[in-house]
């Protein structure tokens, strides 16, 4: 596309990814953002939270260049390590290849690192602590206001709402007719605790797994930070007796339900009742909306237009391939509203079968692992793998470690397991038949 002026709302992961790659076509590329610049200070205290990145945010990280310097911030998390009641644990690895591993990352970090880089691209200007008040979608424009109090108008060819689950360019689009949008929110919250690096140095727990205590009803999750730390995020639902205020506020009663529920965690989280006390309870949200795109004017991208929970680890890696997808289209094509078309077409199918896949993985995570049958699941699906290669792939493989779009590798999956259940079919018949024939057969 000839050089055009691009506003992004927003300068989460996807705001700034955006804004390098349009940048590096050669695009005037403002970004604002309402949050402070994060180049000049720390992250938010109790919101630390950190990622995993996998193959299709590394694609489109790759595309920025950033791959290698994400990976090198990063700590490999090779599998599950599952935590029982009795702390007894059991490792189950997500692949069977060494690279077949998910990688944990700071948000902050990450988005610093996007940030900076961005920064360095001519062309690509930031306006921090700005927040966008009002969208005029078709000059189009962001009407935003400033820490101080003014107000501004920022004008372009082009508006990319890269604005979040909560997305104020969404909005106005779901004031024109035909535009469809709902919101679903989980009933479980989520709130992080610390496991500081062990005194001397190094890591509590192992380092190269995502640690998960599955509850049934409610779970707790760890992923290593890569100064030995790690981030410990409870999931549990706002109401009823497992709720975060059924915990209490007490020191006594905030330890005893740790006690009973994640005994062996409770050595490492050494700032536990502060923690619980003081950090926040975020709420998590399914949005699905459609078209993505607002004439050839606007268009949104990343959790604005895809927002899951984060149970499948891919809100971040979804939203940095929709930003990848959405600019090679800039590259390829000249129309604006072409390239949004496409771009809605490509992705918002999939988009969907990936909240679908997100809230059904909180239900494996925080139950289903537990159960033998998961386990043999998760082996069979394994020896498959290793029997046909690329002929049989777990769905988890699928969406990890391929870029085989979301809604495809459901419907593979589906057709796997329809195979397998006929294979398993075909085997019992052939064992009766060849018992029949050896009881009766031979005379
Ligand atoms: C607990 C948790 C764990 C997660 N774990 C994973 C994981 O392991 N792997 C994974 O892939 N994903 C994970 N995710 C999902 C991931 O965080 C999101 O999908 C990702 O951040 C989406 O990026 P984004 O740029 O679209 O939105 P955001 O990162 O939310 O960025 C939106 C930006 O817009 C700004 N903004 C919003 N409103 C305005 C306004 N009015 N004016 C100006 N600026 C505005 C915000 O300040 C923000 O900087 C997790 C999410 C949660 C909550």
Redesign the pocket.
């Known amino acids: 596309m000839r050089p055009r002026r691009v506003i992004v709302?927003?300068?989460?992961?996807?705001?700034s990814l955006l804004a390098i790659l349009l940048g590096r076509q050669g695009h005037e590329v403002v970004v604002?953002?309402?949050?402070p610049d994060p180049r000049e200070g720390p992250a938010e205290g109790g919101r630390s939270?950190n990622?995993?990145?996998s193959t299709r945010?590394l694609w489109a990280l790759g595309r920025a260049g950033l791959a290698e310097s994400v990976l090198e911030r990063a700590v490999p998390m090779r599998g599950r390590m599952l935590h029982a009641r009795d702390g007894r644990t059991r490792f189950v690895p997500y692949g069977i290849r060494p690279d077949e591993c998910i990688h944990s990352v700071s948000?902050a970090g990450l988005n610093r690192l996007l940030v900076e880089h961005a920064g360095r691209i001519p062309g690509v200007g930031f306006r921090f602590s700005c927040?966008?008040v009002d969208v005029d979608l078709d000059a189009p424009a962001l009407v935003c206001e400033d820490g101080a109090g003014g107000t501004g108008r920022v004008a372009g060819d082009l508006l990319v709402g890269?604005?979040?689950?909560?997305s104020?360019v969404r909005r106005a689009m779901a004031r024109r007719p035909r535009f469809d949008v709902s919101q679903a929110w989980l009933a479980h919250g989520?709130r992080e605790l610390t496991i500081p690096p062990a005194e001397g140095g190094g890591f509590r727990l192992e380092p190269n797994a995502l640690h998960i205590w599955p509850r049934g009803e409610q779970m707790m999750i760890a992923l290593p930070n890569h100064d030995g730390s790690f981030t410990a995020?409870l999931f549990w639902p706002f109401e009823g007796p497992l709720s975060f205020d059924a915990a209490g506020t007490d020191a006594a009663s905030i330890r005893a339900r740790f006690e009973r529920d994640y005994p062996d965690a409770v050595p490492h989280l050494t700032r536990l009742v502060e923690e619980f006390r003081e950090n926040p309870i975020?709420s998590?949200v399914t949005i699905r909306c459609g078209p993505w795109h607002h004439r050839d004017r606007v268009v949104l991208v990343?959790?604005?237009c895809h927002?899951v929970v984060?149970f499948y680890?891919?809100?971040?890696?979804a939203?940095f391939e929709s930003a990848g997808v959405l600019a090679d289209l800039f590259a390829r094509h000249d129309e604006p509203g072409e390239v949004f078309a496409r771009y809605t077409q490509a992705r918002k199918r999939h988009a969907d079968a990936l909240a679908d896949l997100a809230l059904a993985n909180f239900d494996e995570m925080r139950d289903r692992v537990r159960s033998p049958l998961f386990l043999l699941e998760k082996k069979l699906g394994t020896l498959a793998h290793r029997l046909f290669g690329r002929a049989f792939l777990p769905l988890y493989t699928m969406v990890t470690f391929t870029r085989i779009p979301y809604a495809d590798a459901v419907a593979r999956a589906r057709r796997q397991a329809r195979l397998v259940r006929r294979a398993a079919a075909a085997a019992v018949v052939l064992l009766l038949a060849a018992g029949a024939w050896a009881v009766f057969g031979i005379r």
């Not at 680890?313 to 890696?317: E, Y």
């Open positions: 709302a927003g300068a989460g992961l996807a705001g604002v953002e309402r949050r939270i990622l995993a990145i945010g948000r927040k966008v890269a604005d979040g689950a909560f104020r989520y995020t975020g998590l990343g959790d604005a927002a984060p680890g891919q809100g971040a890696n939203a």
